[in-house]
């Protein structure tokens, strides 16, 4: 199998025919020996699944995966990984908003000698203010607070080699955020650029919600930052407290000068309460991630699934009983 092409998908039913349609002209253009498409689908909703039922009827490259409920874009992604066969793996959204027609030139890259060869968008379409703006802010935010160099401005859409997915199947942690462990790995990585489109039909399954969710697995799963933050700014905050309590003490039994003193208590009541709340909650978002992972659940549960011959490496949760690995 030279190439793997992931697609998570969540209520995509508006774009699965046009996404398949284009990915296997292109795939087909490519000259390949054989590739794969591996559908996971993420608790869709809507007909989604019967969708990629009936491509994986028609077309035996086609193999799926439904999970039980959705899990998550990074969690279908991971289950992607576990499940394709390929030589080189490509991850791309069934939105169209990463056009396939680039899989040729990563896929050349890769084969130049790189094991990862990521797509950056140089503009981004049909996308609120609010989100590019944050999307903005979130990278150079991590970026700067990370010691790993995460490229900012790029997604998940990528190609990837054999030896980087063996490498992610390794990492045991719950909290994924893929693109970061593919620069934690490292070897040899480059890019190439393209203008992001507009979704081509439907909406987005990203709310913010799950957006915010995905910048804190980011910043707590590579970088430590915060924690020392909340230490320093701990020590900072008691030292001016000190040198305040110090001229209140002066000012009470040397100059006598004082006055009843409502305003600064209050500020530094709110100011101190504000600052250790803030510290207990970035301690509290790591110890919540350290929980997910010393319980050791399996990452996602599947109900159903045509590919019977995973990868070596631990069974996937829900693959029928009896299939070679
Ligand atoms: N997706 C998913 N699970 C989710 C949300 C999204 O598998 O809970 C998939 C979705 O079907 C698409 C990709 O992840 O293939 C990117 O999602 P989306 O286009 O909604 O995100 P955006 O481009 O708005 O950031
Ligand atoms: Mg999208």
Do not use: C
């Given at each position: 199998m030279d190439l793997s092409v992931i697609i998570p998908i969540y209520n995509e039913e508006e774009n699965i025919p046009a996404l398949y349609e284009r990915l296997r002209g292109v795939l087909d253009s490519m000259s390949l020996g054989s590739y794969e498409f591996v559908f996971v689908n993420d608790g869709s909703a809507d007909r989604s699944l019967s969708l990629i039922?009936?491509?994986?009827?028609?077309?035996?490259?086609v193999r799926y995966a439904d999970?039980?409920?959705?899990?998550?874009?990074?969690?279908?992604?991971?289950?992607?990984?576990?499940?394709?066969?390929?030589?080189?793996?490509?991850?791309?959204?069934?939105?169209?908003?990463?056009?396939p027609e680039l899989i040729p030139a990563l896929y050349t890259k890769l084969r130049e000698g790189y094991e990862v060869v990521y797509a950056k968008r140089r503009s981004r379409q049909g996308e609120s203010?609010?989100?590019?703006?944050?999307?903005?802010?979130?990278?150079?935010?991590?970026?700067?607070i990370t010691n790993i160099s995460i490229p900012v401005d790029t997604g998940d859409f990528r190609v990837v080699s054999r030896?980087?997915?063996?490498?992610?199947?390794?990492?045991?942690?719950?909290?994924?955020?893929?693109?970061?462990?593919?620069?934690?790995?490292g070897y040899r990585q480059t890019y190439v650029e393209y203008d992001?489109?507009?979704?081509?039909?439907?909406?987005?399954?990203?709310?913010?919600?799950?957006m915010l969710r995905l910048a804190l697995d980011g910043i707590t799963g590579f970088s430590d930052v915060p924690l020392k933050a909340a230490s320093i700014s701990g020590f900072v905050v008691s030292g001016i407290a000190f040198l305040v309590m110090l001229y209140t003490l002066y000012e009470r039994f040397v100059t006598r000068n004082y006055q009843p003193g409502w305003a600064s208590l209050m500020i530094s009541i709110l100011f101190l309460g504000g600052v250790q709340l803030i510290?207990?909650?970035?301690?509290?978002?790591?110890?919540?991630?350290?929980?997910?992972?010393?319980?050791?659940?399996?990452?996602?549960?599947?109900?159903?699934?045509?590919?019977t011959d995973a990868p070596t490496l631990p069974r996937p949760v829900g693959l029928p009983t009896g299939t070679a690995l």
């Open positions: 039922r009936e491509l994986a009827a028609r077309d035996p490259r999970f039980s409920r959705n899990f998550g874009h990074q969690i279908a992604v991971s289950a992607g990984l576990d499940l394709s066969a390929g030589a080189a793996i490509v991850i791309i959204d069934a939105d169209l908003q990463d056009p203010a609010a989100k590019k703006f944050t999307a903005k802010l979130f990278y150079r935010l991590l970026a700067r030896k980087v997915v063996d490498a992610l199947r390794r990492m045991p942690e719950q909290n994924k955020f893929i693109r970061g462990q593919i620069s934690w790995i992001r489109a507009e979704r081509a039909g439907g909406e987005t399954g990203y709310t913010y919600r799950k510290a207990v909650g970035i301690i509290g978002e790591y110890i919540a991630r350290l929980l997910a992972n010393v319980r050791q659940r399996p990452l996602y549960i599947i109900s159903d699934t045509n590919v």
